[in-house]
T-cell receptor
Framework: DTGVSQDPRHKITKRGQNVTFRCDPI?????LYWYRQTLGQGPEFLTY????????KSRLLSDRFSAERPKGSFSTLEIQRTEQGDSAMYLC?????????????FGEGSWLTVV | RKEVEQDPGPFNVPEGATVAFNCTYS??????FFWYRQDCRKEPKLLMS???SGNEDGRFTAQLNRASQYISLLIRDSKLSDSATYLC?????????????FGTGTQLKVEL
């Protein structure tokens, strides 16, 4: 499968614990995005990278959230001291800046449940 | 006010019916427009882009009215497999990557 892959697909954690999600974009896609989706809502933008540079962060990305893409390939999204309100699906997506590459492709998402 | 507004539905329609979804957006700097489809507990997938001249893809027709900041999606001869949530999506500006702003989605249920 050469699509966007995310790991883990499901995570249940206790409030206060840290969690980390990983995203592997489509090969050679230089842009990578993180979105969050809660029940009954559309996905909300969190942040995006072009290569290893984090170019934009949403106000939704509190101090407890950090995203990295150290080598411009895979990315991690860490949530520290999780809260129940963090329960959501975390979606990763990728795209390319090459001509004709305007479409972004989503991974299947990582479901987080904070209990 | 949300940047992209949609009627959440659900729209329950019989198989073979024609159904229309509407969407409004608030930012006049929006440059690109899309409809995404999302099945239950799955990722969103691009259904079609929306152009000012209107565009059609099989049973699906999308329209954009920039003056009214209004986007529509028409599904003809609906199938059971069309049951999903349809997300109205805009991209603001031409730079800044492909950051997309999603509506809350309109749920469609096609019934026998």
């Amino acid at each position: 499968d050469t699509g966007v892959s995310q790991d883990p697909r499901h995570k249940i954690t206790k409030r206060g614990q840290n969690v980390t999600f990983r995203c592997d974009p489509i090969s050679e896609h230089n842009r990578l995005y993180w979105y969050r989706q809660t029940l009954g809502q559309g996905p909300e933008f969190l942040t995006y990278f072009q290569n290893e540079a984090q170019l934009e962060k949403s106000r939704l990305l509190s101090d407890r959230f950090s995203a990295e893409r150290p080598k411009g390939s895979f990315s991690t999204l860490e949530i520290q001291r999780t809260e129940q309100g963090d329960s959501a699906m975390y979606l990763c997506a990728s795209s390319t800046t090459r001509q004709g590459g305007n479409t972004i492709y989503f991974g299947e998402g990582s479901w987080l449940t904070v209990v | 006010r949300k940047e992209v507004e949609q009627d959440p539905g659900p729209f329950n329609v019989p198989e073979g019916a024609t159904v229309a979804f509407n969407c409004t957006y608030s930012n006049s700097a929006s440059q690109s427009f899309f409809w995404y489809r999302q099945d239950c507990r799955k990722e969103p997938k691009l259904l079609m882009s929306v152009y000012s001249s209107g565009n059609e893809d099989g049973r699906f027709t999308a329209q954009l009215n920039r003056a009214s900041q209004y986007i529509s999606l028409l599904i003809r001869d609906s199938k059971l497999s069309d049951s999903a949530t349809y997300l109205c999506v805009v991209k603001i500006g031409t730079g800044g990557g492909n950051k997309l702003t999603f509506g809350t989605g309109t749920q469609l249920k096609v019934e026998l």
